[in-house]
């Protein structure tokens, strides 16, 4: 497998660099374009001078990114609407599976599988490999050729994943999902009942090694490799398992940026001295600071480290926005403030494309401190865009302007009450979250909202004091309710999504409407103006099958 920005090559030779170099820095500034592995070094910075062996151009990566899972399991819950069809290698396979799952337990699992209040169900997802416990979104579909009508309201048991093609064969398993189904009733096209996602309900086994394999086995580079890299990244990330074989240990500080990591490795140089890097870096800056791409320049400077920073801070006064952002980034991720400030600029300027960029370069590396400050202050920008990402970052710290709720054990009800904006948003992939911008937000006095199906209604008669609420069952045809709550928009999605029973409690206190349906009924509040407030909904999960090989 291949992966990274720059393109292997098997370069044989071993370049070496003359002072000359750096007298040489200046003549192909203007014939710089474009930075890619190739022979010894970096291409493209000129056929005039080479900067030096890679270790990119040395190795061959290997470090799955993405792998493609899938695997077979049990929806219950299902008030009638499941199945008991099931082909004869996933029912025995089904069998044995429950049974481990529940060791000393007398467990009619042929009876389970049988009954309609089950379906089985096909899985894929597809599995980052970033770290272990990891999350990720997991489809769900029922078997083709069965009776089951719909997976609504279901709950995938536990689930074994295994990597896609492989299952009836021994191999290792390297996922587990279960969860709530969620089905999407809020996109333009017809309701499919039979396929639904367990969101963020597939959880990685293991962690994922990264392995560099020699071109030519030696145990003198190898070591060189090691050293190097050890070296740049800190003791330990490297180790030289064989003369053609290095193993790799993402640091902590990349364990979300893997794939960035390893383009860093790639393109860090073998050798090195004061000259040659010197050298090197008028090179990069110049490459950075002249038309065209300059992810790959921005990559090499900071694989060079701290020696970078002086002349980067020259290009944070450029005319181009994209080099001022990229030179502050990569000053940023090597430990220096200095482009901080013209990261906040950029993230504030309203007329930037490179807004969420900033915001996210400073989230990945300044102090939690400015990271709150900028985030803060995008909260109330007028583009929601702006305010969803910074709301994002204040989330990831845990920072007090986001309160949060588990509702129902299914999904999480988060209000962020500094920004001016009313707005809702609801996530479709992912951790399953309802976030109330601008909170509080209230439903309006003398207005009716039913859902499509009529199973939900929210009254709140004119003069009322309170809004109420109330559920027609899902099996049969009584109503639960009318439950009392007041016009906060937060207490309204409590009082119908809670369990309608707590442990050790006598009184209903919620009427259990499912995530799903919850997110319809507030896409319906804000059309019809029971809400003001602005209604956004997060992507569906991306689970395709053409995976990077």
């Not at 240990?249 to 790639?266: A, T, W």
Request: aromatic residues 6%.
């Amino acid at each position: 497998m291949r992966f990274g920005f720059f393109p292997m090559n098997t370069g044989k030779r071993k370049t070496t660099i003359s002072i000359t170099v750096v007298l040489l820095a200046g003549l192909f500034i203007a014939g710089c374009r474009g930075l890619s592995q190739t022979g010894g070094g970096i291409k493209g910075l000129s056929t005039i001078i080479d900067l030096g062996t890679t270790i990119g151009s040395l190795v061959e990566v290997h470090s799955p990114e993405l792998i493609a899972v899938e695997g077979y399991g049990l929806v219950g819950g299902l008030s009638g609407t499941g199945s008991a069809e099931c082909p004869p290698p996933i029912r025995s396979y089904l069998k044995r599976y429950v049974l481990t799952q529940s060791p000393g337990q007398k467990i009619d699992v042929e009876k389970l599988i049988a009954g309609n209040n089950t379906a089985v169900v096909w899985l894929e997802g597809i599995m980052p490999t970033g770290y272990k416990n990891q999350s990720f979104d997991v489809k769900v579909v029922s078997l083709p050729g069965t009776q089951t009508t719909s997976l609504q309201y279901g709950w995938l048991y536990s689930t074994e994943l295994k990597p896609k093609g492989t299952f009836g064969i021994s191999t290792k398993v390297i996922a587990s999902a279960k969860g709530p189904v969620f089905i999407d009733k809020i996109s333009d096209s017809e309701i499919d009942q039979r396929l639904g996602y367990v969101l963020a309900g597939g959880k990685v086994l293991d962690e994922y090694s990264v392995g560099l394999t020699l071109h030519k086995p030696d145990y003198k580079t190898a070591s060189r490799i090691r050293n190097r890299i050890n070296e740049r990244f800190g003791y330990g990330t490297a180790r030289a398992v064989s003369s053609g074989q290095i193993e790799l240990i993402v640091p902590p500080k990349y364990r979300e940026q893997k794939e960035k990591f390893m383009s860093l490795v790639k393109t860090t140089f073998l050798d090195q001295s004061s000259k040659i890097t010197e050298a090197r870096i008028k090179a990069l800056v110049a490459e950075l600071g002249a038309p065209g791409d300059k992810y790959a320049s921005e990559i090499a400077l900071e694989a060079i480290g701290n020696e970078s920073i002086n002349n980067l801070s020259v290009l944070l006064n450029s005319s181009d926005e994209q080099v001022q952002l990229r030179a502050a980034r990569c000053l940023l991720n090597l430990g220096s403030d200095k482009g901080l400030q013209t990261l906040r600029e950029i993230a504030m300027r309203e007329d930037s494309e490179y807004r969420i960029e900033a915001l996210e370069a400073v989230a990945a590396a300044a102090r939690r401190n400015d990271i709150t400050a900028i985030s803060r202050k995008l909260l109330r920008d007028p583009d929601f865009d702006i305010r969803l990402a910074a709301y994002e970052q204040l989330r990831k710290l845990n920072d007090i302007t986001v309160t949060q709720k588990l509702i129902g054990r299914s999904f999480y009800l988060e209000q962020v009450e500094q920004t001016e904006q009313k707005a809702i948003f609801v996530s479709r992939s992912g951790q399953s979250r309802i976030v109330l911008f601008g909170a509080p937000i209230y439903f309006r006095d003398n207005a009716f909202v039913q859902s499509a199906d009529g199973n939900i209604t929210i009254d709140s008669k004119a003069g009322q004091e309170y809004v109420s609420v109330m559920r027609r069952h899902s099996t049969r045809s009584t109503v639960i309710g009318p439950l009392k709550s007041s016009s906060k928009l937060s207490d309204i999605i409590q009082t119908l999504c809670e369990e309608p029973l707590k442990e050790g409690e006598q009184r209903l206190t919620g009427l259990g409407v499912s995530y799903s349906d919850m997110i319809a009924v507030l896409k319906q509040m804000c059309e019809k103006g029971a809400v003001k407030a602005q209604f956004q909904a997060g992507p569906l999960p991306e689970i395709a099958l053409n995976v990077k090989k």
